[in-house]
């Protein structure tokens, strides 16, 4: 009994030293060695148990009450914590897998891979982990590039969930790897790749919507063949005739998507209440409407936020934009030029402050990409 115990402890032991990477550059390193053997158990093994986290945010003290609500609304919320485990998050393998394949599918020699540099950057914190700083100092996001040393073809891949406390390292979820020698080639490149998705599932309706028209022809025969009045002569189609027919017209109008592409985006940046920086993201879209855009959407972020805000944005009949973040207050813009500016109040005490911003005429892809992400319901650090 005393051995089988000790061989379950050595066990343990040494997937806590798998699991445990004294810097980055061995954390990376190591995801690579994975990724070279398809070892996804010893991938596993790299990212921190959700004991450890949940053991640490029960044992954490502060007696800042700011701190302590952090804090408890990460205790409020374990299965916040759940999703950097494997043994929970079953996706962080799926994943691996998959980008295993992907690769292999683009010619790419994972055993042949050389790092050739990594660039790792604090990634944000989505309101629902406020808290997780308290216990993770590190939390970091960014790029690894790699060159296959057969094909010398350059690589660069997507990982978050880089996370760094009690001075070891843990994580490393990759996300995307694409052919590409920088993060702005990157990024390019996931536009194309996104758009060809886009059109490849364009395309499987279509398929789909050609599957219910011959399906609707072959209704519509028959029910010309039972129409017969017994002189040998069709009776003419009406609507009423085939009620069917009107029914899968009108789904076939109600399933026409609304274009909702892009027309611009803006970014501005510039104080809110005279002394607080802010940026501000909006986009203008197209849409059913005879004018070149027919709505929009935006968000924002002040200095002492972690997180970017999404906000519903309606136009007034004066021309200004109503920008509301829920249950917390409503801006008022009028854009003239380069220049935004208006009044934020709040819903609580009705509070007024001025925004004053001007647009950032030079922002880079890699940035809009990322607000973009946010906006359709992505991560903050995006799918890539």
């Known amino acids: ?11 343990l032991l040494t997937s ?43 044992r954490y003290s502060d007696t800042g009450i700011v701190n302590n609500r952090r804090i408890n609304n990460l205790r409020s919320n374990p299965r916040q914590l759940q999703q950097f485990d494997p043994y929970y998050n079953k996706s962080i393998i799926r994943d691996f897998k998959f980008i295993h394949k992907k690769g292999l599918d683009s010619g790419i020699h994972w055993r042949d891979l050389l790092i050739a540099r990594y660039d790792l950057e604090k990634a944000m914190l989505p309101r629902e982990l406020v808290g997780f700083e308290k216990i993770v100092q590190y ?7 790699v060159q296959d040393l057969l094909t010398r073809k350059i690589y660069c891949i997507a990982i978050k969930d880089v996370h760094g406390f009690n001075d070891k390292w843990y994580g490393g979820r990759i996300v995307n790897i694409l052919e590409a020698e920088t993060i702005e080639e990157y990024y390019e490149k996931l536009a194309l790749e996104r758009k060809v998705l886009k059109d490849v599932l364009i395309a499987q309706l279509y398929a ?26 069709t009776v003419a189609k009406t609507d009423k005739a085939n009620p069917l027919s009107v029914t899968l017209e009108e789904d076939e109008e109600k399933k026409k998507p609304l274009t909702n592409d892009v027309v611009e985006r803006k970014l501005y940046t510039g104080l809110f209440d005279g002394e607080i920086k802010m940026e501000l993201y909006i986009r203008s879209l197209k849409g059913p409407c005879p ?87 992505g991560m903050n650090f995006g799918e890539y």
Do not use: H
């Open 1 to 11: 009994m005393k051995k089988a115990f000790l061989a379950v402890w050595m066990l």
């Open 16 to 58: 806590v030293a798998i699991a445990q990477q004294k810097n980055e550059e061995a954390l990376v390193n190591k995801i690579m060695q994975c990724f070279g053997t398809e070892d996804d158990s010893a991938y596993a093994m790299l990212f921190p148990r959700f004991d450890t986290l949940w053991n640490m945010a029960q």
């Open 139 to 145: 939390r970091l996001q960014g790029y690894i590039f």
């Open 208 to 233: 789909l919507s050609d599957t219910i028209g011959k399906a609707e022809d072959s209704l519509a025969l028959a029910a010309a063949a039972t129409n017969n009045n017994g002189s040998g002569e």
């Open 291 to 377: 004018k070149p855009v027919c709505a929009w959407d935006a968000l924002y972020k002040f200095q002492d936020m972690e997180d970017y805000v999404v906000l519903d944005v309606t136009k007034s009949p004066e021309g200004k934009l109503i920008l509301t973040e829920e249950d917390v207050g409503v801006m008022e813009i009028t854009i003239m030029g380069d220049k935004a500016t208006g009044e934020w109040s709040s819903f609580k005490d009705k509070t007024t402050v001025e925004v004053e911003l001007t647009e950032k005429r030079e922002v880079k892809n890699r940035k809009l990409f990322m607000l973009d992400d946010i906006l359709e319901g």
